[in-house]
């Protein structure tokens, strides 16, 4: 989240410009956090999901709509989601192509009893570099806050390392 916009947030909930208000004043987030407004505000407020105009998943859009963005500088076509999906089934099987999935629901009883469609996943955009659309390069973002309290233990170096690894693993079936 930008400075200006942890500020804005910061004037909005104090009722005060952040800079006249004393570092160690303790303000509510949305989230039920007190914290000073401080460092400890900003390392939380870049995490929470609750916090106005904030989540990893608006963030996660932001840049890779950014990256969609540049590449159309250059590219013939990126296509955000491309739609060859897959699903994972309760039932352990994965990978399954999203085209598949009511076929595998016709004979799997743990598909059938799902109550919600499964969790479809795949890269966030596809890019045509050449008029013959025989190359297709994937691209698929991954958000990770360094700060955030579930990675305390690990150095910045380590939260990036964790996330390739989390992407290869997700994905070696399907480049296989």
């Not at 990126?78 to 999203?98: L, T, Y």
């Not at 008029?131 to 305390?152: F, G, Q």
């Not at 690990?154 to 390392?161: C, K, Y």
Request: net charge positive.
């Amino acid at each position: 989240m930008p400075r200006d916009l942890v500020a804005a947030y910061l004037r909005w909930t104090l009722g005060a410009a952040p800079s006249t208000v004393a570092a160690d004043t303790v303000v509510k987030c949305p989230c039920g956090a007190q914290l000073t407004v401080g460092e400890q505000w900003q390392a939380h407020v870049l995490g929470c999901v609750r916090a106005p105009g904030n989540g990893p998943l608006k963030r996660h859009n932001a840049i890779r709509d950014m990256i969609r963005l540049v590449v159309l500088s250059f590219a013939k076509l990126c296509e955000i989601e491309p739609r060859f999906a897959v699903c994972n089934c309760d039932c352990g099987k994965k990978n399954i192509p999203a085209t598949e999935w009511e076929a595998h629901k016709q004979h799997c009883s743990v598909a059938r009893a799902m109550r919600t469609a499964p969790h479809r996943f795949g890269p966030d955009l596809g890019i045509v570099f050449d008029e013959s659309k025989t190359v297709i390069t994937y691209v698929d973002v991954t958000i990770r806050d360094a700060l955030n309290e579930s990675h305390k233990s690990q150095t910045p170096a380590q939260v990036f390392e964790q996330a390739v690894r989390d992407k290869h693993a997700s994905y070696a079936d399907l480049i296989a």
